[in-house]
């Protein structure tokens, strides 16, 4: 049996074989450091739980609206007026199951075939195969410190051809953690816009920023597309839940969109992540991000005894893109045998860079610090016995 020709677009995410096979070495008794799925280990907050099983022990299991509980898309819209001083209509939001619910929609809405889209290299690979999956041509743009880790206004307006209809970037990034502020952002809007195409912002990560105010771009254009997610600041990873903000014209076919594709977010989900706005909840969440910063601070200092600090430090979400050149040009054989000789697991670079991702590593601080402390002197270790690539 054949195929279709889409699934070709589609790159596996090796980092899930690392950890099937981290996994595996726990199983069998080794004791393995876990710095490579983007998933910190704090649990969901328990306002969250014990809203999602008052939703159950009530029989709030069924469907909701397509586009989402309304009091869920009101809680949001209040999340953007009291955080970001953004008013928007919560008829403008709608909720999908995870993050990668609210791409799908956007990609099937914005993309189609002949369509060319622009895309920061490295980024998260999912972001690359939805586009594929529309059929459309990503074209990526190496970043690097010079641009702050970020596709900014220079490089779209350099890059941009005549099929090009869409950009995306991600503030915070995965893999970098870096961000856009608001000037860069808003220059990247202006220029998106004069070209007229179309914006897609990923702010999956927003929220979790250390020495830089959160911002969105909800707050600087009516007209860009605006993915978020409860699962990373939220700490709801398995609840799989998150949202996308629309310009009032495309609800209507995004909203048609997501009743063939999913029907509608999982309704427990959407019960529990009303508690996740709660004052009780958000001083938890902050508590967390204070953690993950203090986290950051206590791996960089650790990358900077190695020789191996990034030259600018990540501002967000919880990873370290690391350059490894020196001891490798192979990212997928380096986070292999670390794990096998040191049984510690990272994520090799090629799952996020198509350029230069073979001298490049991704570390997830989502591990408390006598881990990372325990895992950098594993590390250190393991260095020591490489040599410097031929």
Request: aromatic letters at 8%.
């Amino acid at each position: 049996m054949g195929w279709s020709s889409r699934i070709e677009g589609v790159a596996p995410f090796r980092v899930m074989g690392l950890l099937e096979q981290a996994q595996a070495r726990e199983a069998a008794g080794h004791d393995v450091i876990h710095l490579e799925i983007g998933e910190p280990d704090f649990p969901t907050p328990e306002p969250v739980i014990a809203a999602g099983q008052r939703a159950l022990a009530r029989g709030q299991t069924r469907y909701t609206p397509a586009a989402g509980l309304p009091a869920l898309r009101e809680a949001i819209a209040g999340h953007y007026a009291e955080h970001f001083g953004a008013r928007v209509d919560p008829a403008r939001i709608l909720v999908t199951p995870g993050a990668s619910g609210a791409l799908l929609l956007a990609s099937q809405l914005l993309a189609q075939r002949g369509d060319r889209v622009l895309m920061a290299d490295p980024t998260y690979p999912c972001n690359r195969h939805f586009m594929a999956l529309a059929e459309a041509d990503v074209d990526v743009v190496a970043v690097g410190p010079e641009s702050g880790w970020q596709l900014d206004a220079q490089l779209i307006d350099a890059h941009w051809r005549n099929e090009t209809r869409l950009a995306m970037l991600a503030t915070p990034s995965n893999p970098t953690g870096h961000t856009l502020d608001a000037s860069r952002l808003s220059a990247v809007i202006d220029t998106v816009q004069a070209r007229g195409g179309t914006l897609l912002v990923d702010e999956i990560y927003q929220g979790l920023t250390y020495g830089v105010e959160p911002l969105s771009a909800v707050s600087l254009s009516p007209d860009a597309f605006v993915v978020n997610s409860f699962s990373k600041y939220f700490g709801m990873t398995g609840w799989r839940l998150g949202w996308l903000v629309a310009p009032e014209g495309a609800v209507e076919p995004l909203a048609r969109l997501a009743q063939n594709v999913f029907l509608a977010a999982p309704t427990p989900s959407q019960y529990a992540a009303l508690a996740a706005f709660a004052p009780e909840c958000r001083e938890e969440l902050e508590r967390r991000r204070r953690e993950l910063h203090r986290r950051r601070d206590v791996l960089l200092a650790g990358l900077e005894r190695l020789g191996l600090a990034p030259s600018q430090p990540p501002q967000g979400a919880f990873y370290v893109w690391l350059d490894v050149s020196q001891y490798t040009r192979d990212s997928q054989v380096f986070c292999q045998r670390l794990l096998e000789e040191e049984n510690v697991a990272i994520t090799p670079g090629i799952d996020f860079a198509v350029h230069g991702g073979e001298r490049h590593v991704r570390i997830a601080f989502t591990n408390e610090t006598a881990r990372l402390e325990e895992a950098l002197v594993r590390l250190e270790r393991f260095l020591a016995r490489q040599s410097a690539p031929a």
